[in-house]
């Protein structure tokens, strides 16, 4: 017997022999242990305010390790049962309600990282940083595409029929096989063959990587895909405007006056007056710039295109006092193009 047999088994036996809290009073050391895991779950929801929610397939116990070594100090994982999972969960569902939105993801192999630090997404990254290459398995979901490229093999050229099997076509270069053609061995979503694995196991290629994958994450009783952590300020203030902008044009459909629609009925009526005016010679203050657009668009053409060359073109042709009023006259210009104030209406 080996020396890491022998260890295993006098851990076995010293784990046998250890005396658990409660083993005292009758209580199976399963039962004990069922008990401070429940207990640590529980302390776990009412201290903890965010949860991110795990997978962990075909994560092995060394990455396990090192992703709780660097989340010390920043959260906790705690993996468990399913089943007492969810009963757990249920149980303090009167102290808050909001931890029902958890019980439809408690499936598979899964887990829960605690925390209670407010970039999420650093959290995040700490996780599904540690990731080991794999060797593909028969019936596995293939993860990504897996490409052989053309070339040699550094197989014998005994070897040619297998590869004939598998409608591979191959040559023979200076003592090796070589592929001719790239072939595509797995796609993506689909179960990886036989036949794969048994390519992959000769070219001595491991071509996946697994690692732990956040899933959902519960953020003051709020719930949402990770994916949501990617988004910049940029992409939330581009959505919220692009939500503005429909409920608009419904308001504007159904006849419906809101705090939408306030802005562009501003832009439509001052069109109008433009139009009033330019018809019937009308005149008011901000009409005199549009007129004089209208009169001499050339000159305006000319006062914009420096802005449009850059610094050193407008430094090169900067306008004289008097035509600084052209220089204004371009920004009321955009009330008849879709970078003015007038808008798209």
């Avoid at 199976?28 to 962990?56: D, F, H, P, Q, T």
């Avoid at 303090?92 to 630090?117: H, S």
């Avoid at 040699?152 to 090796?176: A, E, H, V, Y």
């Amino acid at each position: 017997m080996s020396d890491n047999e022998d260890n295993e088994v006098e851990d076995t036996q010293q784990e046998d022999q250890m005396v658990l809290p409660g083993e005292e009073k009758g209580l199976s050391k399963r039962k004990i242990r069922k008990n401070m895991y429940w207990g640590k779950l529980e302390a776990a929801l009412s201290e903890y305010k965010n949860i991110l929610i795990i997978g962990v397939d075909f994560v092995g116990s060394k990455q396990m390790q090192q992703v709780r070594l660097a989340l010390r100090g920043k959260a906790i994982v705690l993996m468990g049962k399913n089943t007492i999972m969810r009963k757990v969960i249920r149980d303090n569902l009167e102290k808050n309600e909001k931890l029902e939105a958890l019980l439809p993801y408690i499936r598979g192999n899964m887990g829960f990282v605690f925390t209670n630090e407010k970039d999420l997404k650093a959290i995040r990254k700490i996780i599904v940083d540690f990731k080991e290459p794999a060797a593909a398995k028969s019936g596995v979901v293939a993860p990504i595409d897996v490409v052989i490229p053309a070339g040699p093999t550094g197989l014998d050229p005994g070897q040619t029929n297998f590869f004939q099997t598998l409608n591979i076509s191959t040559k023979i270069t200076r003592g090796t096989i070589e592929i001719t053609n790239d072939v595509k061995l797995c796609t993506a979503g689909e179960k990886v063959t036989a036949s794969a694995v048994a390519l992959l196991s000769k070219l001595n290629i491991r071509p996946f990587e697994f690692g732990i994958v956040v899933s959902q994450v519960y953020e003051n009783g709020a719930l949402y895909e990770s994916k949501v952590l990617d988004l910049s300020a940029a992409d939330l203030m581009s959505m919220f405007c692009h939500g503005i902008s429909k409920l608009a044009a419904i308001s504007f459909e159904i006849g419906e006056i809101n705090a939408a629609t306030v802005p562009h009925s501003f832009g439509r009526a001052f069109k109008t007056l433009c139009a009033i005016a330019i018809t019937t010679d009308y005149m008011f203050d901000e009409m005199k710039i549009v007129k004089e657009m209208l009169a001499n668009p050339g000159a305006f053409a000319a006062a914009a295109a420096p802005a449009a060359g850059g610094k050193a073109a407008a430094a090169a042709k900067a306008p004289e006092p008097e035509p600084e009023e052209e220089e204004e006259a371009v920004g009321g210009g955009g009330l008849f193009d879709d970078d003015g104030g007038g808008g798209d209406y």
